[in-house]
């Protein structure tokens, strides 16, 4: 659970005070798919980084599984980072000369848990339809097929959280659908908790709650009614 309050994050650009955030409070339950939408310029990216301890508020509260996360050292929170926490990013953020297994590896090798790291790997590209791509360069891959690589590099530590930016940005109609399946159905049916950050209406549909920010600030939140299917009910155990 994911548990912000109050949350301010001011930048300073040289002689000015970019005021990113401005008091954002906002729950997140384990199991969600929550799509953060907004105009460029409105903190939601920011609010990303923050949830993902990438980086700190100014000032306010976040709580991660009942746990102050300005309390944490810095070794804990790369130990969050690379554990209870997957990052997809819309540039995919791949290294250009790596198969697609060895991109997938890499958090396993940075976090000192090499314990059958291939297997682990492979089996991550399975879950997103790429293992027979194992040893393609992204250079070798379609678009679609390189933000499949990236959600299996999020997914090899067996996260609790997905924190996803804009994650189709860079993706046609058709590789933004495949990817949102995916997402939905590593929610849906595996009941980790996804968070979405988007401007485009279609892809925050797909979100069980849409959350709107403009100039640092929440100013609309509903929930979005989904037709029902058989995968639909959360797993909540477990994670």
Known sequence: ??????????????????????????????????????????????????????????????????????????????????????????????????????????????????????????????????????????AELSGGERQRVAIARALVNNPAIILADEPTGNLDSRSSQDVLDILCGLNRKEGITVVVVTHEHDIANRARRIIALKDGQIIDERRVIQPASPDSTLSQGGR
Do not use: W
């Not at 991550?124 to 027979?132: D, S, W």
């Open 1 to 138: 659970m994911m548990e912000l309050k109050d949350i301010v994050k001011t930048y300073q650009m040289e002689k000015v005070q970019v005021q990113a955030l401005r008091g954002v409070s906002l729950r997140i339950e384990v199991g969600e798919l929550v799509a953060l939408m907004g105009p460029s310029g409105c903190g939601k990216t920011t609010l990303l980084c923050i949830m993902g301890c990438l980086d700190t508020p100014t000032s306010g509260s976040y709580r991660l599984d009942g746990v102050e996360v300005s309390q944490l050292s810095d070794s804990q929170l790369a130990n969050i980072r690379n554990r209870k926490v997957g990052f997809v990013f819309q540039t995919f953020n791949l290294l250009a000369r790596t198969s697609a297994l060895e991109n997938v590896r890499l958090p396993l090798l940075y976090s000192g848990d090499g314990r059958d790291s291939r297997g682990r790997a492979l089996e991550a590209l399975k879950r997103v339809g790429m293992e027979h791509r194992a040893s393609h360069s992204p």
